[in-house]
């Protein structure tokens, strides 16, 4: 029994947007691997937040790279 969580991060001029999917591979999942995927996916989006934070904080950590996207 396996699950797969996947996250996709786009970094946008004024935000950081996070998609994840989780989804049962295989013989399918129990109750505790689903448990243990949805606070991956918990953790890492409260993550983001916290950087979205830290880079509204401070300009100087927010630039735009050469080729147009951010950093």
Same mark, same amino acid.
């Given at each position: 029994m396996t699950v797969?969580?996947?996250?996709?991060?786009?970094?946008?001029e004024d935000r950081i /947007? %996070? %998609?994840s999917d989780i989804e049962s591979v295989g013989e399918g999942c129990c109750?505790?691997?689903? @448990?243990? #995927? #949805?606070?991956? %996916?918990a953790n890492v989006?409260?993550?983001?937040?916290?950087?979205?934070?830290a880079?509204? @904080? /401070?300009? #100087?950590?927010f630039r735009v790279a050469s080729d147009g996207s951010v950093h």
């Open positions: 797969r969580v996947t996250f996709e991060f786009t970094h946008t /947007d %996070v %998609v109750t505790c691997e689903m @448990a243990f #995927a #949805a606070i991956t %996916v989006k409260e993550a983001v937040g916290t950087i979205r934070q880079l509204q @904080a /401070d300009p #100087a950590l």
